[in-house]
């Protein structure tokens, strides 16, 4: 049985998967802030990328590292979506999203198929099929540069900014999607695109550094 939680993509999350959202919110020690990777802005930032993801990988058993992973709501739609998925590794500087997002992603956990780490992205060393970055606009120029060197040159990359400079903790945001563009070092381009929401724009690109 699923829940829809998209009418528009008709993307359907497992209920057992959505009961374990619940318990991560409800033990979180910050519920508020847990509760934010579930506005709506959030998830239909997310749902976009995953359906743009399906249309260029049809790959068996990806494997999908995700950087600046957060509670691990991405990586849950991503499980309840058409992809086929042999492991996800969600990625966040953040200590204490690492209980949530093993939370949110419990199933997945018990079955071996997931898995949180704490770690800085720049840093990070690693093979996957596919890589992820919806947090640019929370990393410097620098590092934002730094991360796309260490990505497998074979990897599709999906990576997401926007223009919300009002946020403090927004630091490289861009004003333009050609500006995102200018600023990323994606030699092949599939998908650059741009999605309004109420308060404002995000900017996706998908493609690979070669």
Same mark, same amino acid.
């Given at each position: 049985?699923?829940?829809? =939680?998209?009418?528009?993509?008709? #993307?359907? %999350?497992?209920?057992?998967?959505? *009961?374990?959202?619940?318990?991560?919110?409800?033990?979180?020690?910050?519920?508020?802030?847990? +509760?934010?990777?579930?506005?709506? $802005?959030?998830?239909?930032?997310?749902?976009? #990328?995953?359906?743009?993801?399906? !249309?260029?990988?049809?790959?068996?058993? +990806?494997?999908? %590292?995700?950087?600046? $992973?957060?509670?691990?709501?991405?990586?849950?739609?991503?499980? /309840?979506?058409?992809?086929?998925?042999? &492991?996800?590794?969600?990625?966040?500087?953040?200590?204490?999203?690492?209980?949530?997002? &093993?939370?949110?992603?419990?199933?997945?956990?018990?079955? $071996?198929?997931?898995?949180? %780490?704490?770690?800085?992205?720049?840093?990070?060393? @690693?093979? !996957?099929? =596919?890589?992820?970055?919806?947090? %640019?606009? &929370?990393?410097?120029?620098?590092? @934002?540069?730094?991360? *796309?060197? /260490?990505?497998?040159?074979? !990897?599709?990359?999906?990576?997401?900014?926007? /223009? @919300?400079?009002? *946020?403090?903790?927004?630091?490289?945001? &861009?004003?333009? +999607?050609?500006?995102?563009?200018?600023?990323?070092?994606?030699?092949? =381009?599939?998908?650059?695109?741009?999605?309004?929401?109420?308060?404002?724009?995000?900017?996706? *690109? =998908?493609?690979?550094?070669?």
């Amino acid at each position: 049985m699923g829940f829809l =939680i998209n009418a528009e993509s008709n #993307l359907k %999350v497992d209920i057992q998967d959505v *009961l374990f959202w619940m318990d991560a919110i409800r033990n979180s020690n910050d519920q508020y802030r847990t +509760l934010e990777s579930f506005w709506k $802005g959030q998830v239909n930032s997310k749902i976009w #990328l995953i359906e743009n993801i399906e !249309a260029y990988c049809r790959r068996d058993k +990806l494997r999908i %590292v995700i950087h600046g $992973g957060w509670n691990g709501v991405l990586a849950s739609l991503l499980f /309840n979506s058409r992809l086929d998925i042999s &492991h996800i590794t969600s990625v966040d500087i953040d200590p204490n999203c690492e209980e949530t997002a &093993h939370t949110v992603n419990k199933r997945q956990e018990m079955q $071996g198929r997931f898995t949180a %780490v704490t770690a800085d992205m720049c840093e990070y060393e @690693y093979d !996957a099929d =596919i890589v992820i970055n919806t947090s %640019v606009e &929370h990393i410097t120029s620098a590092q @934002y540069r730094q991360w *796309l060197k /260490n990505v497998p040159d074979d !990897a599709l990359i999906a990576t997401q900014s926007n /223009n @919300y400079f009002e *946020l403090d903790e927004h630091i490289n945001c &861009h004003k333009t +999607l050609e500006e995102f563009i200018g600023a990323s070092q994606i030699k092949k =381009i599939y998908t650059g695109d741009s999605l309004k929401l109420p308060k404002y724009t995000r900017f996706m *690109l =998908i493609g690979k550094k070669k």
